[in-house]
């Protein structure tokens, strides 16, 4: 689960913006209050939710998350293209020299025996000015915390590198961290190299859910979304309940192999015919789309990153999928939802230690605030009624 996130001159964000999840002990005891497996002491929110106006820096937040995870896991095959559209600054003449810094603390495992512990991984990124392609990590550090005081892994200023004991690389002699460029990550490079350590932390690092990359949302074809589900029957079992549950008349989707890949046909209460994929309505399209990463999430306590969570999805479905995060049976693992939405529905389903707004004003970048901050908001029956009301800022100034 993630504890907190840190980003500065990172797309609409320019000074340091600071998400912090840790719930407060005196907060009420709630089932979308997890504790952390590293931390008994720690409760996190299962659900996140970040809500504002258009272009306000709420995809901001979470391509920081994904754009890290990306860097981390696959730098060392990305070329200057793909690099350059995970790390953009702020597109402001005296931003554009300083680097982009990004910090996300998280549960992980420092291998398969270890306890959990909290992990930090930071990465700042140099921009050349007017040269769209020209990265280079100036520091990138990976540390974490097993008896409560962070340790270092390892850090690295430019092409200078410390490793800590545990790493497993001695920083002399190890013929292996000449091979890591001015571009590429630390674990990505090692990894490549047989480094066990570095390959275990990117497996875990790896089960990271998102429909997005880059500055791109990720829209699956046909052929991807049906494959995934015919590879895993686990996942189609479980969707084919939900379909049957939520979507009155549908009894399931099967997945079938033709000339050009894979196509899903479905089986309605009623029809003497199968109805195809395209022909399903958007709704349910979307709903099979994302279902797939949030199936994955949950059977392996990760996080699931997913913009605009309520795009094309009914009302009444999306406190649902809220509430099989906060589920134990539902989420056994401790996996985590990071969402962004503009639907105001939602802030009635969840509590203020949840939720966190963007501003962008005119001429200004984004500022990124909890409702914990909110000076004078309790608990609240309705946080959709304050935020409508404009109580709570985010909203749109139209006119």
């Keep these: 689960m993630l504890h907190k996130i840190t980003i500065e001159n990172f797309l609409s964000i320019a000074d340091k913006q600071e998400l912090v999840f840790p719930v407060p002990g005196n907060a009420p005891d709630l089932p979308c209050f997890r504790k952390s497996i590293s931390d008994e002491s720690i409760r996190l929110p299962a659900v996140i939710g970040v809500f504002g106006p258009n272009a306000s820096g709420k995809s901001t937040i979470l391509r920081a998350v994904v754009a890290v995870a990306m860097f981390a896991c696959n730098s060392f095959d990305l070329n200057q293209n793909q690099m350059a559209l995970l790390f953009q600054p702020y597109r402001q003449k005296k931003w554009w020299g300083k680097p982009t810094k990004i910090t996300v603390e998280f549960d992980n495992l420092l291998n398969e025996n270890a306890p959990s512990a909290i992990f930090r991984y930071e990465v700042h990124i140099t921009h050349q000015e007017n040269d769209f392609k020209n990265k280079a990590v100036s520091y990138e550090s990976l540390s974490y915390a097993p008896k409560g005081k962070f340790?270092?892994?390892?850090?690295?200023?430019?092409?200078?590198?410390?490793?800590g004991p545990e790493f497993g690389i001695t920083s002399s002699s190890d013929p292996r961290k000449d091979s890591i460029r001015t571009e590429a990550s630390v674990l990505s490079t090692l990894a490549k190299f047989n480094h066990g350590l570095s390959i275990f932390l990117l497996q875990m690092i790896g089960t990271l859910q998102s429909n997005i990359r880059g500055f791109e949302k990720l829209h699956a074809t046909q052929n991807e979304i049906v494959s995934a589900y015919a590879n895993h029957q686990l996942c189609l079992e479980s969707l084919n309940r939900e379909l049957r549950r939520l979507d009155v008349g549908l009894e399931a989707m099967i997945p079938e192999q033709g000339n050009n890949g894979w196509f899903a046909k479905f089986k309605h209460v009623g029809l003497d015919q199968y109805i195809l994929f395209d022909e399903e309505s958007i709704g349910t399209q979307r709903f099979i789309e994302v279902f797939w990463r949030l199936h994955a999430a949950l059977e392996t306590g990760s996080v699931a990153v997913i913009d605009e969570l309520d795009s094309d999805l009914h009302p009444l479905l999306l406190p649902e999928i809220l509430r099989w995060f906060s589920d134990l049976e539902r989420n056994p693992h401790g996996a985590q939802l990071l969402f962004s939405a503009h639907n105001p529905a939602l802030l009635d389903d969840l509590e203020k230690y949840q939720v966190f707004f963007t501003e962008k004003p005119s001429g200004k970048a984004s500022q990124v605030y909890g409702a914990?901050?909110?000076?004078?908001?309790?608990?609240?029956?309705?946080?959709?009624?304050?935020?409508?009301?404009?109580?709570?800022?985010?909203?749109?100034?139209?006119g």
């Design 372 to 398: 914990r901050d909110i000076r004078g908001l309790r608990t609240e029956p309705s946080l959709m009624k304050k935020y409508l009301s404009g109580e709570l800022g985010a909203v749109p100034h139209i």
């Design 151 to 163: 340790r270092r892994l390892f850090e690295r200023e430019g092409q200078v590198f410390r490793f």
